[in-house]
C-alpha cells in the first residue's frame, strides 16, 4: 500500500477548495460557532485566541458514525489511533502529546480511568447518540482547565432537553457487521423545569481484531514448562454498549437555577491477546458514570456565581471465556471534584473570571503477577492498590478588547499531595487587521501530575519519586471570516520535559526489584524523557447555501529528544475535506475523505518488539439525507467506500467496506 503524500493532499484540498469557491449562494449553515467561556458568557470561534474547533449535532447527524473515532479523525491538530473496529480502545494525540496528556470532561466532569501505566480515558465507552456538541482546544490549556490539560482539552456536551413542549425522539440504525442502534429520549421544559432523558443500545458482531496473516500462530510454553500453541482467536470480536443520560435544571427563582446532569455507559468488548491461547475468548468491561450538580446565582447585573460537585467513576476488568482474569486484573477509578466558579463583567470591554476547585482521585486497583522460586518454580502472588490524590487549584483570568486589539490571560495555581506547588499561565493577543482579517498569538504552560498507579505499583515501576510533567507551548495564528467563509491557518511548536517513561533502573521494591536480590526485574520509571513537535494546522469552512465544505489539514514533526528511539503512532501529515450538497429541500449528499501518512507503531511479534512502520491511507465515505417529513428523516452511510486494507495500529484489522441506514424521529 501506497503511502499518501502531503503534497497529493494539498493538492486535493486546493482542488476542492477552487471549486466550492464557484458555488456562491445565500449562507445558510453555522461558519462560526458560539462556544461557552464561562458560566452564562460565550463567544464565537473566532473570538478565541487559541486553536479551537466545535461539532455541532447537526454535524453527527450528517453523516453516520460508529463512535467518537469515527467522529474525531481529521480534526486539526488530533492524530489518532484504534486497536480494532468500533467499540476499540481510543487512543488520541494532540499536537504530539501522548494518550494520557489530553483531558477529556463530559459535561464538565473529569473523565480519566487510571491503571499503573498512566492513565487513559476510554472515549470509545462513549455512546455517539447521546452527545450534543464537542469543543476541542488544541495545545496547554493547564491555565484555564487545570492539570491534565497538556496536550489539550475534548469537552463533550450530553443532550438537553429544549425550551419547547416535551416531545419524544427516537433513532435506529442497522448496517455491515449485523451493527445495530436503538435511541429513546424525551424531553422539553414544563413550567420553570428543562429536562432531557434518553437511553441508548449499540450491538455489533464486529470484526477480527488482529490480523492472522501479520501474526500466525506460534508455539510457546506456559509458565509451567508445558508446551502451548499462542495465537489469535479466529472468531470475530463484537461489541455491545448501552448508555442513559439524564438532563435537569430547575429555575429557583429569577436569579436561581439548579442543574442536574447524570450519564451512565456500559461497553462489552471481545479483543485478542497474540500472547494468549486461541481458545480463549477475551472480552473488556467498561462502565463509566458522571453525575454533577450546580447552583447558579446572578450575584448582581456584573456577577455570576456557581457551586458545583460531579463525581466520575470508570471501571475497568477483564473476562477470560466469560470468568475474570486476575492476570489482566481490575481497576476502579473515581473523581471526586468540588469546584466554584465566578464570571465578572466588569464593562463592555473587559470580564473576569476566578474561581477555586478541588479533586480527589481514587485508584483501586488489583491484579496477580508471578513469582519464582530458588528452583524456578512459577507461583501466582496477588497485588492489591487503594491509594488516593488530593489536587487543589485556585485560577483566575480576564479578557480585554479595545478597539481592534483583544488580549487573554489566565493564571492557575495547582497543589497536589507530595508535590511542590506549580503555577501555569495562558497569555494571548489578538489584532483585528481588517474587517475580515485577524491575527493571534499565545504562550501557555501546562504540567501533568503522575497517576497513583505510576507512583505505587511497584509490579508496573511505580517509583514515588516521579515529578511532575511540563510542557511550554507557542502558537501564531491568522483567520479570515466572511458570509461565506472561515479559514484558519495555526503554526504552533511544543516542547514536553520530564516526561514520564521506564528507565534502566530496578524498582526499590525487594520482591519486584534487582534479580540479584531475589527480585523479579521491574524497571522503575523515571523523568528522564524530553520531546518536541512544530507544526501547520489548516482549517476551511465555507457555506454557499446548497453546498457546504470543509477542509483540515495538519503537518506536524513530532521527535523524542532523548536518543535514537521512534516516536509511535504519530504521523507527520493527516487531513479531511467534506463536502455536503443540497439536491432540493429533502434531500442531502455528503462525502469525506481522510486521509494519513506514514508512522510507526507497536509490534507484537514475540521475538521482535522493534517498532513497525505502516503505510499510510486515504478512506472514502459517501452519505444520503432524506427528510421525509418535519420529524421524520433516514439516511444511507458507506463507509470505507474502495474497500481499502489498512492499518492504525500494526496488525489490527479495521472493518471493510460498509453500510449503515437510519431512521430518526425528532418532532419540531
Known amino acids: 500500500m501506497k503511502s499518501i503524500s502531503f503534497k497529493r493532499l494539498i493538492a486535493f484540498a486546493w482542488v476542492m477548495s477552487f471549486s466550492f469557491f464557484s458555488f456562491a449562494q445565500n449562507s445558510s449553515g453555522n461558519l462560526d460557532p458560539v462556544i461557552v467561556r464561562g458560566i452564562e458568557t460565550s463567544a464565537q470561534l473566532s473570538d478565541f485566541l487559541n486553536s479551537k474547533s466545535v461539532i455541532e449535532r447537526i454535524d453527527i447527524e450528517k453523516m453516520q458514525v460508529g463512535d467518537l473515532y469515527d467522529l474525531l479523525q481529521g480534526q486539526a491538530g488530533l492524530d489518532m489511533a484504534r486497536s480494532g473496529g468500533v467499540g476499540s480502545q481510543i487512543s488520541i494525540y494532540s499536537r504530539g502529546s501522548s494518550s494520557s496528556q489530553t483531558l477529556i470532561l463530559i459535561d464538565g466532569i473529569p473523565f480519566g480511568g487510571q491503571d499503573a501505566t498512566g492513565s487513559a480515558s476510554p472515549l470509545q465507552n462513549i455512546p455517539i447518540q447521546l452527545i450534543e456538541k464537542i469543543a476541542i482546544t ?26 419547547g413542549v416535551p416531545m419524544p425522539y427516537s433513532e435506529i440504525s442497522y448496517g455491515s457487521q449485523n451493527t445495530r442502534s436503538l435511541l429513546v429520549g424525551y424531553g422539553g421544559k414544563v413550567n420553570d423545569t428543562q429536562f432531557n432523558f434518553s437511553i441508548n443500545q449499540n450491538n455489533s458482531n464486529g470484526i477480527g481484531t488482529i490480523s492472522a496473516t501479520k501474526f500466525p500462530n506460534y508455539p510457546s510454553f506456559n509458565l509451567f514448562g508445558n508446551p502451548v500453541v499462542n495465537g489469535v482467536n479466529p472468531s470475530n470480536n463484537p461489541y455491545s454498549n448501552q448508555g442513559l443520560s439524564l438532563s435537569l435544571r430547575q429555575n429557583m427563582d429569577a436569579l436561581t437555577y439548579v442543574d442536574f446532569k447524570f450519564l451512565k455507559s456500559n461497553l462489552a468488548s471481545s479483543f485478542d491477546n497474540y500472547y494468549d491461547s486461541p481458545e480463549f475468548n477475551l472480552k473488556n468491561k467498561t462502565g463509566s458514570e458522571f453525575t454533577k450538580i450546580s447552583v447558579v446565582r446572578q450575584i448582581n447585573e456584573e456577577w455570576i456565581s456557581n457551586l458545583n460537585y460531579s463525581r466520575s467513576q470508570t471501571n475497568l476488568s477483564t473476562l477470560k471465556n466469560n470468568l475474570p482474569d486476575g492476570m489482566y486484573g481490575s481497576t476502579d477509578t473515581r473523581h471526586n471534584t468540588l469546584k466554584w466558579t465566578n464570571d465578572l463583567s466588569v464593562n463592555k470591554n473587559s470580564d473576569l473570571n476566578f474561581g477555586y476547585e478541588r479533586k480527589i482521585s481514587n485508584l483501586k486497583a488489583a491484579h496477580d503477577s508471578v513469582a519464582y522460586d530458588i528452583f524456578f518454580n512459577p507461583s ?23 478597539e481592534k486589539l483583544s488580549s487573554q490571560f489566565s493564571l492557575s495555581q495547582n497543589r497536589e499531595t507530595g508535590f511542590t506547588n506549580k503555577t501555569n499561565y495562558f497569555y494571548g493577543l489578538g489584532y483585528q487587521l481588517t474587517g475580515e482579517f485577524k491575527t493571534f498569538a499565545n504562550q501557555s504552560t501546562a504540567v501533568l501530575y503522575p497517576t497513583v498507579g505510576q507512583l505505587y505499583d511497584s509490579s508496573y515501576g511505580g517509583a514515588i519519586d516521579l515529578k511532575p510533567e511540563n510542557s511550554l507551548s507557542r502558537e501564531f495564528g491568522i483567520q479570515y471570516k466572511d458570509r461565506l467563509n472561515f479559514f484558519r491557518v495555526v503554526a504552533f511548536k511544543v516542547n514536553y520535559d520530564n516526561l514520564i517513561g521506564s528507565t534502566s533502573q530496578f524498582v526499590d521494591d525487594l520482591f519486584w526489584g534487582d534479580p540479584l536480590t531475589g527480585g523479579q526485574g521491574v524497571k522503575k520509571y523515571g523523568n528522564e524523557q524530553k520531546a518536541h513537535n512544530s507544526g501547520v494546522e489548516i482549517e476551511w469552512k465555507r457555506d454557499s ?64 518488539f522493534d517498532p513497525v512502520k505502516v503505510a499510510g491511507y486515504a478512506l472514502l465515505k459517501f452519505g444520503w439525507q432524506h427528510q421525509i417529513d418535519n420529524t421524520w428523516s433516514t439516511s444511507l452511510t458507506l463507509d470505507n467506500a474502495l474497500n481499502k486494507q489498512y492499518y492504525q495500529v500494526y ?11 437510519n431512521l430518526r424521529y425528532i418532532p419540531k
Open 651 to 661: 496488525g489490527y484489522n479495521n472493518a471493510p467496506r460498509s453500510i449503515f441506514a
Open 138 to 163: 488544541r495545545g496547554n490549556a493547564s491555565a484555564q482547565y487545570g492539570p491534565g490539560a497538556m496536550g489539550g482539552v475534548i469537552e463533550i456536551t450530553t443532550r438537553t432537553g429544549s425550551n
Open 545 to 608: 447555501g446548497r453546498f457546504q465544505s470543509g477542509i483540515s489539514i495538519t503537518h506536524q514533526n513530532p521527535v523524542n529528544d532523548s536518543g535514537n528511539v521512534k516516536v509511535l503512532s504519530k504521523s507527520r501529515n493527516f487531513g479531511s475535506a467534506n463536502l455536503v450538497y443540497s439536491l432540493d429541500g429533502k434531500n442531502k449528499l455528503n462525502a469525506k475523505i481522510f486521509g494519513i501518512g506514514d508512522r510507526y507503531t507497536p509490534n507484537m511479534h514475540p521475538t521482535n
Open 380 to 402: 501466582f502472588v496477588p497485588f492489591e492498590l487503594d491509594k488516593k490524590i488530593n489536587n487543589q487549584r485556585i485560577y483566575s483570568g480576564v479578557n480585554y478588547r479595545y
